[in-house]
């Protein structure tokens, strides 16, 4: 199954925000850091607000932040709150409008195997996608070190 880049960037816009958990970030950050359009990340971040994986602070001393913590989201809910769930083939569509809809065993093969996709994605959750990568990816995303004090 293929994701779609709006889901990409979700779970790049996520990534970021458990590596950054310190301050709220602007969307403008973000983009920078991977090279997508602040707009498009604009309409990413909005979606992953209306789904309650973010919060948005609007003006001075705004940005966003996670809604939760990162252990609470898994990565199935986020790709399942934005992928289009019938975008696999057209007879996924109620009704369809292949002259073969209801012979065909393939909706149901294919349904069996979204259902699988979602329920790996399920368990894994977005603290282990960051979890002993933090530095690395904070690195990686020009975001400054923490200092481990000890």
């Known amino acids: 199954m293929r994701l779609?880049?709006?889901?990409?960037?979700?779970l790049r816009v996520l990534i970021y925000l458990a590596v950054n958990t310190e301050e709220r970030t602007r969307i403008q950050a973000i983009a920078s850091a991977f090279g997508?359009?602040?707009h498009h990340l604009t309409k990413v971040v909005q979606q992953?607000?209306?789904?309650?994986?973010v919060h948005t602070i609007r003006g001075k001393g705004g940005g966003i932040c996670l809604a939760m913590q990162p252990a609470r989201i898994s990565v199935g809910a986020v790709?399942?709150?934005?992928e289009?769930?019938?975008?696999?083939v057209e007879c996924?569509?109620?009704?369809g409008q292949c002259a073969i809809d209801g012979q065909c065993i393939l909706a149901g093969a294919l349904r069996r195997a979204t259902e699988a996709f979602f329920a790996t994605l399920?368990?894994?959750?977005?603290?282990?996608?960051?979890r002993n990568r933090g530095e690395t990816l904070r690195g990686r995303l020009d975001l400054p070190l923490i200092a481990v004090s000890g």
Do not use: C, K, N, W
């Open 4 to 10: 779609t880049l709006h889901t990409d960037y979700a």
């Open 36 to 38: 997508i359009s602040h």
């Open 48 to 53: 992953l607000q209306h789904h309650g994986f």
């Open 79 to 82: 790709t399942r709150a934005l």
């Open 84 to 88: 289009p769930a019938d975008h696999m």
């Open 92 to 95: 996924f569509h109620d009704p």
């Open 122 to 130: 399920d368990t894994i959750s977005l603290e282990q996608l960051v």
